[in-house]
């Protein structure tokens, strides 16, 4: 049996959805995701993002983001830590992704947050994933 990994296939499903200018799409509910996308619309690469109720798995629909020219606010998301190899940073290592244009989610032993909020609180954790 394989053994997938949602947090990649979230940021492949938004990274295809972006680039095929789709308004919406929808993705498997798990708290990590949802901290995820929290995190995204805070960060203004997603307009928004709602849980919705399913008889099976909740999922979430995630509201994508353009500019005027349909330029999406996603320009490239990479996964950093994965199942196979986790990728754990102290709070003085915490990347900064294309210089601070982008952002570094990291799970800490406070929840997920960005790696600026991570360096400020002084913590280090896992590092899921970039977005720029």
Not at 25 to 39: A, D, F, N, T
Not at 64 to 92: C, F, T
């Given at each position: 049996?394989?053994?997938?990994?949602?947090t990649?296939d979230?940021?492949?499903?938004?990274?295809?959805?972006?680039?095929?200018?789709k308004?919406?799409?929808?993705?498997?509910?798990?708290?990590?995701?949802?901290?995820?996308?929290?995190?995204?619309?805070?960060?203004?690469?997603?307009?928004?993002?709602?849980?919705?109720?399913?008889?099976?798995?909740d999922?979430i629909?995630?509201?994508?983001?353009?500019?005027?020219?349909?330029?999406?606010?996603?320009?490239?998301?990479?996964?950093?830590?994965?199942?196979?190899?986790?990728?754990?940073?102290?709070?003085?290592?915490?990347?900064?992704?294309?210089?601070?244009?982008?952002?570094?989610?990291?799970?800490?032993?406070?929840?997920?947050?960005?790696?600026?909020?991570?360096?400020?609180?002084?913590?280090?954790?896992e590092?899921?994933?970039?977005?720029?």
């Amino acid at each position: 049996m394989a053994v997938t990994d949602l947090t990649s296939d979230m940021l492949t499903m938004i990274r295809n959805a972006s680039r095929a200018s789709k308004e919406a799409l929808e993705i498997k509910c798990s708290g990590l995701m949802e901290q995820v996308c929290r995190i995204f619309k805070d960060e203004g690469f997603i307009e928004n993002y709602k849980r919705v109720k399913d008889n099976k798995q909740d999922v979430i629909k995630i509201y994508l983001k353009y500019n005027k020219n349909n330029v999406p606010a996603i320009k490239g998301l990479k996964r950093i830590s994965r199942p196979g190899l986790r990728q754990y940073k102290g709070y003085r290592e915490l990347p900064k992704v294309l210089g601070g244009v982008g952002i570094a989610i990291v799970s800490t032993s406070q929840g997920l947050m960005t790696a600026k909020e991570a360096r400020a609180k002084k913590i280090g954790g896992e590092v899921i994933c970039y977005a720029w």
